[in-house]
């Protein structure tokens, strides 16, 4: 019985901090691109270059909301995943194969999602350079 409890309490440390390096993994990473910008936009005013509109844009696009609800979807995915396997944990449980189908569905259109905002954003992109930034 007592191993059951161990199994489960360990389960549940591996989760947490799974989530806790996901959250540092993603701040740092939206800290370290924030800093990388600044410091190109830095060396640019520092060398004397006129920076038009078109440069601006490729340091900082603009930000989109099309990639946070792919993000949600594949956390969304993740915890109901956790969900379908904690019962297995319980003595006599067992794992819940829909819901292990409905995570492995949410990770898949959140993976799509992503993708395909990303190639949206970076057609955009790639139509505003051709375009000469009058859009």
Known sequence: MSGT???AGLAALGFWLFIATLIVVLVWATTRRR???QELLQRLLES???IDPQ???RIFPPRGSGGVGAWVLIVLAFFIAMIAISGSFAPGG???YALLALALFAFLFGVYAW???DRDARR???RRDTDGGSS
């Open 5 to 7: 409890g161990t199994g």
């Open 35 to 37: 800093q990388m910008q």
């Open 48 to 50: 004397g270059q006129k």
């Open 55 to 57: 440069i601006l844009d």
């Open 94 to 96: 067992h794992v819940s």
């Open 115 to 117: 993708m395909r905002t």
């Open 124 to 126: 955009a992109s790639s």
